[in-house]
């Protein structure tokens, strides 16, 4: 058996052409998503096209992106139609090689002028030799701003967070729509989320387990989380809110705590695993003066002194003049600081 020895310069080119053809097909994804149908036959490799586009609109997707993959040599027609009626001929008939051709539609008819709103269908006609193809694919105009996206946030609260996660961000659009998350203030380690596609109507949740990018713990704190959506027909929103992330999760017993009790605390890793009782914990009360992922602040000025102690005897006394309500209770260990509320706000 022989082998055969690439050299160099061999290599470099087939490098250089193995990262065009990736950047092409990275480009294409870019042309069509989000929104694209595509489908496939004997002629056509692929046919894709942009589901719904908003042209002429500011903010909105201006045209509908068009890809076309040929399996072999062959003869071609595009055209946009509305019922019977031809309005714009994208692509005359004409010969094509094998591979891909890609057009768009700006939304205007064979005069250039601006059609309105409705559900128009790219008609395609493909032959090569014996064999044809003739598929219809819809492109639906609508220059009508979608409504914003409901975003809740939710951190610092173990029985509203999925095992592992110390932020959830709970998304719900008025369309289908694409949703990207990106969490700031972690330098050279920003984690991000997405893209995620969610139906009109339902909620979907991103949890974030506190870590970055890199999978290390962030410095226990409140963070921002940056929530982009983008439309089906291009529209961009977007939307911060804030989670604290601790490293610990705790929750105060009894639930009904009434001013000047002792709250007893129960403190668990973000994966509900209980923090060793021997472990050394400092508690100190805050004035409650928000709800993490809400608008304002969230931690007033420090109650008293803290006290230190270790997690299996976690108890602190609430002050007298303060409802419950509107007051916090940190615990700081070594791995981290769980941000505690001391009653449930009305």
């Given at each position: 058996?022989t082998?055969?020895?690439v050299g160099?310069?061999?290599?470099?080119r087939a490098?250089?052409?193995?990262?065009?053809?990736?950047l092409?097909l990275?480009?294409l994804?870019?042309?069509?998503l989000p929104?694209?149908?595509?489908?496939e036959?004997?002629?056509?490799?692929?046919?894709?096209?942009t589901a719904?586009?908003s042209?002429?609109?500011?903010?909105g997707?201006?045209?509908?992106?068009?890809?076309?993959?040929?399996?072999?040599?062959?003869?071609?027609?595009?055209?946009v139609m509305q019922?019977?009626?031809?309005v714009?001929?994208?692509?005359?008939?004409?010969?094509v090689r094998?591979g891909?051709?890609t057009?768009?539609?700006?939304?205007?008819?064979?005069?250039g002028l601006?059609?309105p709103?409705g559900v128009?269908?790219l008609?395609?006609?493909?032959?090569?030799g014996?064999?044809?193809?003739?598929?219809?694919?819809r492109?639906t105009?609508?220059?009508?701003r979608?409504a914003?996206?409901?975003?809740?946030?939710?951190s610092?609260?173990?029985?509203?967070?999925?095992?592992?996660?110390?932020c959830a961000?709970t998304v719900?659009p008025?369309t289908y729509?694409?949703?990207?998350?990106?969490?700031?203030?972690v330098?050279?380690?920003?984690p991000?989320?997405?893209?995620q596609?969610?139906?009109q109507?339902?909620?979907?949740?991103?949890n974030?387990?506190g870590?970055t990018a890199?999978?290390?713990?962030?410095t226990?704190g409140?963070?921002?989380?940056a929530?982009t959506e983008?439309?089906?027909n291009g529209?961009?929103?977007?939307?911060?809110r804030?989670c604290?992330?601790?490293?610990?999760l705790?929750?105060?017993?009894?639930?009904?705590?009434?001013p000047?009790?002792?709250?007893q605390?129960?403190?668990?890793?973000?994966t509900?695993?209980?923090?060793?009782?021997?472990?050394?914990v400092t508690?100190g009360?805050?004035r409650?003066?928000?709800t993490?992922?809400?608008?304002?602040?969230?931690?007033?000025?420090?109650?008293?002194?803290?006290?230190a102690?270790t997690?299996?005897?976690?108890?602190?006394?609430l002050?007298v003049?303060?409802p419950v309500s509107d007051?916090w209770?940190?615990?700081?260990a070594g791995?981290?600081?769980?941000l505690?509320?001391?009653?449930?706000r009305?």
């Open positions: 058996m082998a055969t020895v160099p310069g061999r290599r470099q490098g250089i052409g193995i990262g065009f053809l990736v092409f990275f480009a994804g870019v042309f069509l929104f694209a149908f595509p489908t036959g004997a002629i056509v490799a692929r046919f894709a096209s719904e586009f042209p002429n609109t500011p903010g997707r201006a045209t509908a992106g068009v890809a076309i993959q040929m399996r072999d040599p062959g003869r071609l027609t595009l055209t019922g019977s009626q031809l714009r001929t994208l692509i005359p008939t004409r010969s094998k891909w051709i057009t768009a539609w700006d939304g205007t008819n064979q005069q601006a059609m709103d128009y269908t008609h395609l006609m493909a032959s090569s014996k064999k044809g193809y003739n598929v219809s694919r492109a105009i609508d220059r009508t979608p914003a996206p409901t975003v809740i946030a939710t610092a609260d173990p029985t509203s967070l999925a095992p592992g996660a110390q961000i719900t008025s729509a694409r949703f990207s998350f990106g969490v700031g203030n330098p050279h380690a920003q991000i989320g997405g893209p596609f969610v139906d109507g339902t909620a979907f949740v991103w974030w387990n870590r890199h999978g290390g713990l962030v226990p409140f963070y921002p989380v929530v983008v439309s089906v529209f961009t929103f977007t939307a911060a804030e604290w992330i601790g490293n610990l705790g929750s105060a017993t009894p639930t009904n705590l009434a000047g009790d002792i709250a605390l129960k403190l668990t890793t973000p509900r695993v209980a923090v060793p009782a021997a472990t050394p508690l009360l805050y409650r003066t928000g993490p992922g809400a608008p304002g602040h969230v931690i007033g000025p420090e109650i008293g002194a803290p006290v102690t997690a299996g005897s976690a108890r602190i006394q002050p003049g303060i007051v209770i940190e615990a700081r791995t981290g600081a769980a505690v509320a001391a009653g449930a009305p």
